[in-house]
C-alpha cells in the first residue's frame, strides 16, 4: 500500500512560510506551561519565605520566653511597627500597579509594532509592484 504523502515544496518562500508557522505554533503551544511553571515556583517561593521568617520568630520567641527575657513593649513601639507594615503593603500595592501598567504599556507598544510591520509590508508590496511595473513591460 503507498501511502499519501504531500509533497514538499520548491519555493523557498513557502518553505520558509511552512516553517516559520512550524515555529511560533511550537512556542504559542509552550507559552502556558512557563506561564504555569512560573506560578508555581513563585507560590513555592513565598511560601518558604514565610516559612523560614514564621520560624524564626518562633524561634526567637522561644528563647525570650525560656530565657526569662521582657518582650513587652511600649504602645508606641507597637504602633510603629504596625504603621511600618501598613507603609510596606501600601508600597507593594503601588509597586503592582506600575508593573501592571508597565506590562500593559510593553503589550500596547507590541501590538502597535504589529500593526505598523503590516503597514509597512503592505507599503513595500506596493513601491515593489510600481517598480516592477515601470522596468517590465506588460505583454498585449
Known amino acids: ?20 508557522a512550524k515555529y511560533f505554533d511550537d512556542i504559542e503551544k509552550a507559552a ?5 511553571s512560573i506560578t508555581n515556583l513563585q507560590q513555592e517561593y ?6 523560614a521568617i514564621e520560624s524564626a520568630i518562633s524561634l526567637q520567641q522561644e528563647f ?5 527575657i521582657n518582650t513587652n513593649m511600649p504602645a508606641t513601639v507597637i504602633k510603629a511597627v504596625n504603621d ?3 507603609e510596606m503593603i501600601k508600597a507593594r500595592t503601588v509597586q503592582n500597579k506600575v508593573v501592571l501598567a ?3 504599556a510593553t503589550k500596547q507598544n507590541i501590538k502597535t509594532f504589529n500593526e505598523n510591520a503590516k503597514a509597512f509590508a503592505g507599503l513595500n508590496e506596493n513601491l515593489y509592484q510600481s517598480w ?4 517590465i ?3 498585449n
Do not use: C, F, H
Open 137 to 139: 513591460p506588460t505583454r
Open 132 to 135: 516592477i511595473s515601470a522596468w
Open 64 to 68: 525570650a520566653t525560656k530565657a526569662g
Open 46 to 51: 513565598t511560601s518558604a519565605w514565610r516559612n
Open 32 to 36: 502556558p506551561q512557563y506561564l504555569q
Open 1 to 20: 500500500m503507498m501511502s499519501k504523502t504531500t509533497p514538499e515544496p520548491k519555493e523557498i518562500y513557502v518553505t520558509y512560510k511552512q516553517n516559520v
Open 84 to 86: 511600618v507594615t501598613e
Open 102 to 104: 508597565a506590562i500593559d
